[in-house]
């Protein structure tokens, strides 16, 4: 099959094009020929090996973390899914490769793709989807009347983290650039800041819920916009020593968590708010879940623009620049 490949990890690396093996379909898997890809900033961490210490991918690997497709071979433990099935998934980690015209996925990690989505737009959801379902849902457990900060509003998972938040009945405010507060009030956001001519910091405060994909100065000023007793997930890092435990990481590893989030942490206990980091998981049945709220119509996916498999590099470059508006996605199968 061709993919492409990382042969070494490397800042602004160039993806290679390649032949390589179909993948090994398992007993507990399913074999999805690949229709369409959304490309990630995982992706461009993945091949930086910023995650080196806890995703220790050997190269030559195969980058890719969404997926939609049509099952073409189950495996013989799997009862779920059948041959000719339209799926969507993010495949779990150590398992991806989505920039392929094939991949084996575990069938717990897979649902059938909404169906009112064509495989380029159900390709957009997965990743950005279960993140936003496990920050807003089983993470920070969020309730009708609560407030929530959800940062950069216009990107992947900021324009379904609004929806989701919207539809579970919160105040949303976010922030974007000018040119896409429309865009974000027409995603459901009460409170639309634009980061280059307002201070966030400024203009909120007693938020029950803060979800953080920014840098280090963005997460400390952050932590001062919520109440006592809220809580701040941020989905850019630092991990934290229980991410290091739900991990089974080793004890040096653990130890390298701790100190890494050791400033925030002493800073929100100060503040008595807390701080959690997330790392989504695959998850087929909040797929599924996800699914649902897209065909009633409370979530629609929002991309920017697709990009054919051959232009895979340009893809991430483009994603790379922070320009893109929702998802950047991938036809693989024309």
Do not use: C
Not at 156 to 172: D, E, N, P, R, Y
């Amino acid at each position: 099959m061709k993919a492409f490949v990382v042969d070494k990890y490397k800042k602004k690396g160039a993806l290679r094009l390649a032949d390589m093996p179909d993948p090994e379909l398992r007993e507990e898997d399913v074999l999805v020929e690949i229709h369409a890809t959304a490309v990630n900033l995982l992706d461009s961490k993945v091949r930086n090996g910023d995650f080196k210490l806890f995703l220790p991918y050997r190269p030559p690997f195969i980058l890719g973390h969404d997926v939609a497709g049509t099952v073409i071979r189950a495996g013989s433990k799997v009862r779920k899914f059948k041959p000719g099935d339209e799926v969507y998934a993010r495949p779990r980690d150590h398992r991806v490769g989505t920039f392929a015209e094939l991949i084996a996925i575990n069938a717990a990690d897979v649902a059938l793709k909404p169906k009112n989505l064509s495989m380029n737009e159900a390709a957009s959801i997965p990743l950005v989807g279960l993140t936003a379902w496990q920050a807003l849902v089983e993470v920070g457990g969020l309730k009708p009347g609560q407030k929530v900060f959800i940062q950069a509003g216009s990107g992947g998972v900021g324009t379904f983290a609004i929806q989701l938040a919207k539809h579970l009945g919160a105040t949303v405010a976010t922030t974007t650039s000018a040119k896409n507060a429309e865009l974000v009030k027409s995603l459901g956001a009460d409170v639309v800041i634009d980061y280059k001519a307002q201070d966030f910091e400024k203009v909120l405060s007693g938020y029950d819920l803060v979800i953080n994909s920014q840098d280090d100065k963005t997460l400390k000023k952050s932590l001062r916009v919520l109440r006592p007793g809220g809580l701040l997930i941020s989905i850019s890092g630092p991990p934290d020593p229980e991410f290091a435990r739900e991990l089974g990481l080793n004890l040096f590893l653990k130890l390298v968590m701790r100190l890494l989030s050791r400033g925030v942490r002493k800073k929100a206990k100060s503040l008595g708010i807390r701080y959690s980091f997330l790392f989504m998981k695959a998850e087929g049945q909040q797929l599924s879940e996800i699914a649902s709220l897209i065909e009633s119509g409370v979530i629609h996916p929002v991309v920017d623009k697709v990009f054919p498999f051959e232009k895979t590099g340009d893809a991430l470059a483009y994603v790379e620049t922070g320009r893109a508006k929702g998802k950047v996605v991938i036809t693989v199968k024309r």
